[in-house]
């Protein structure tokens, strides 16, 4: 089973470099530096998300972002899977899928009703990854985003 580790500050530079080549990958474009400003406060231990070491604590394969929600509808607190990646030389040894099976187990013993994520419509590798992870479309239900 592969480790998760709550990360905290002494994790911030493990972590950056991995969300950089995450972004990378990904096509995103974001300041090193907002990045950190958006980082910290997680491993600082705020009540507004987490972030997971994956594998070895002083060696990770990656890492998971939860941010936290609430949800009259569920019941209660929701999380929102924000991002997950995984070194691409581990990548298909089951990895993801053991993170995503663990989560579920630690977060609802914090209080969580469910777990959202987000995931590009065209990747269907991907999208057979979720699924098989019982993550599945809500047909009632599309998000939409206005970024400020």
């Known amino acids: 089973m592969t480790a998760l580790?709550?990360?905290g500050p002494d994790d911030a530079q493990r972590l950056l470099p991995m969300i950089?080549?995450?972004?990378?990958?990904?096509g995103i474009t974001r300041?090193?530096?907002?990045?950190?400003?958006a980082l910290l406060?997680?491993?600082?231990?705020?009540?507004y998300g987490v972030a997971y070491l994956?594998?070895?604590a002083r060696a990770?394969?990656?890492?998971?972002?939860?941010s936290f929600g609430?949800?009259?509808?569920?019941?209660?607190?929701d999380g929102t899977l924000d991002e997950i990646w995984i070194?691409?030389?581990v990548r298909a040894r089951g990895i993801g899928t053991e993170v995503l099976q663990a989560l579920p187990k630690a977060l609802a013993g914090a209080g969580l009703t469910a777990l959202h994520l987000e995931t590009r419509q065209d990747d269907p590798k991907i999208d057979g990854f979720y699924r098989r992870n019982k993550f599945a479309l809500r047909p009632d239900v599309v998000v939409m985003t206005q970024k400020f």
């Open 60 to 66: 990770p394969i990656g890492y998971v972002v939860i």
């Open 5 to 7: 580790h709550l990360a």
């Open 87 to 89: 070194r691409p030389g």
């Open 31 to 37: 300041d090193a530096a907002q990045t950190a400003d």
């Open 20 to 26: 950089a080549a995450c972004h990378a990958e990904l």
């Open 70 to 77: 609430w949800s009259l509808e569920l019941g209660g607190m």
């Open 41 to 47: 406060p997680l491993l600082e231990g705020s009540p």
């Open 54 to 56: 994956i594998g070895p």
